[in-house]
């Protein structure tokens, strides 16, 4: 049978090494942060391209303790997209911020840069006939100050970093670059979680390199972001255990899933690699085969994670019969995402509309995504294909 994802042929490669690992962490005694989890922060900005790594609990926690570096609290609006995990938005309200929604572009999922710049227009001027806005009354909408930006990069693809900076900075604003799903992911020679002031990502087991547990990672170039990181870790510890400067959380990242990512990181590259292969796979398989499906597009200065291959029906219908027909044969599909965060109960009380953003409303009933890892082989994608087309069992 086919996995949505396959961590158990990655597990029998990596068996011995990471039950090795593990056992030495066990014998040392040293549980959280260490030595292990020094190393792995290291070799994680050395990747990634950044001067300083901060690893947490996870990638929810990594957006957490960003926006509480950076001050960010009830009054600050910050941007981001309806068309992404929970997490993203969520950790906006978690810092009591307000989240501002901002719609994504049809070909890369992610946010696009010029309804960026409308929304922030908007929000200076409390105008929502420029661009859709929470639904406060009026005075609470004028109190709002714009504070941030948290691009995503949705399925591995990283967001235009270039242009979301460009008007970021324009307007006074720090972005945050969400690369959960992108890290190992690159663009003109810039690897996810180093394109932004700040790069956060997951290390949940589903995720392109990720733990056997929860973790994640905050990437950051200055040393005093990244002292004022390490001590949110920790309950806001000062130079002494004891000490408390300032609020935190415990935020750490434990040594046994350190191991596991430092075992892992070994085969990374290798992974990446087998996962364009799929990608290129699928692709031409796709087109070969004339169904109506938009396969994702990546453009020739980019590399994509990879962390979910995504394809668009022509409607909601289509997409259930693609879907329907690769169930019958066993073949696992997930829809990311089904619901946009603006529609979602848990943002009800942002007041946002059915139609405020059209371009993710559209996609969460068309899009789709069937089985990605780099174990999967060509007669797999094949099989896969093939079922979409239906006919006889
Ligand atoms: C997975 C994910 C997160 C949260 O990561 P966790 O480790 O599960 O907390 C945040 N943002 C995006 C886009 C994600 O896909």
């Known amino acids: 049978m086919t996995a949505f994802i396959d961590l158990k042929t990655q597990f029998a490669r990596i068996q011995d090494d990471v039950e090795q690992a593990v056992c030495s962490v066990m014998r040392s005694g040293q549980f959280i942060l260490g030595p292990v989890v020094a190393e792995l922060e290291e070799r994680l900005a050395q990747y990634a391209g950044t001067r300083h790594c901060v690893s947490c609990a996870s990638g929810t926690d990594a957006l957490v303790m960003a926006l509480m570096a950076k001050g960010v609290g009830p009054g600050d609006a910050v941007f981001t997209v309806p068309f992404t995990f929970m997490a993203t938005a969520e950790a906006i309200a978690t810092v009591g911020a307000t989240p501002v929604f901002v719609d994504i572009e049809p070909d890369s999922f992610n946010m696009d840069p010029r309804a960026l710049d409308r929304a922030i227009k908007a929000l200076n001027a409390a105008d929502r006939s420029i661009h859709p806005l929470p639904g406060l009354d009026h005075e609470a909408l004028e109190a709002l100050r714009p504070k941030a930006v948290i691009a995503v990069d949705l399925f591995g693809l990283t967001a235009d970093y270039p242009a979301i900076n460009g008007i970021a900075a324009k307007h006074g604003l720090f972005v945050i670059q969400d690369a959960a799903q992108s890290f190992g992911a690159s663009a003109d020679n810039r690897r996810a979680g180093s394109m932004a002031d700040i790069g956060c990502t997951s290390f949940f087991p589903a995720k392109p390199l990720g733990c056997y547990g929860d973790g994640g990672a905050v990437f950051v170039d200055d040393a005093d972001l990244d002292a004022v990181l390490r001590s949110i870790r920790v309950h806001g510890q000062g130079s002494d255990k004891y000490e408390n400067i300032r609020l935190g959380i415990t935020g750490r990242l434990d040594a046994m899933q350190a191991a596991v990512l430092l075992t892992k990181l070994a085969i990374f590259d290798d992974e990446m690699g087998e996962r364009q292969r799929v990608a290129r796979s699928y692709s031409t398989t796709i087109a070969d085969s004339g169904l109506p499906l938009v396969v994702p597009t990546v453009p020739e200065t980019h590399r994509s994670a ?88």
């Open 306 to 393: 990879w962390a979910q291959y995504t394809l668009i029906a022509a409607d909601s219908a289509s997409r259930e019969l693609f879907m329907s027909r690769l169930a019958e044969r066993s073949v696992p599909t997930a829809i990311y995402y089904a619901k946009s965060l603006h529609e979602q109960e848990a943002f009800a009380y942002l007041g946002y509309a059915r139609g405020d953003f059209p371009v993710s409303e559209d996609m969460s009933e068309r899009v789709f995504s069937v089985p990605m890892h780099p174990y999967l082989e060509d007669s797999q994608i094949r099989s896969i294909v093939d079922a979409m087309k239906g006919g006889e069992l």
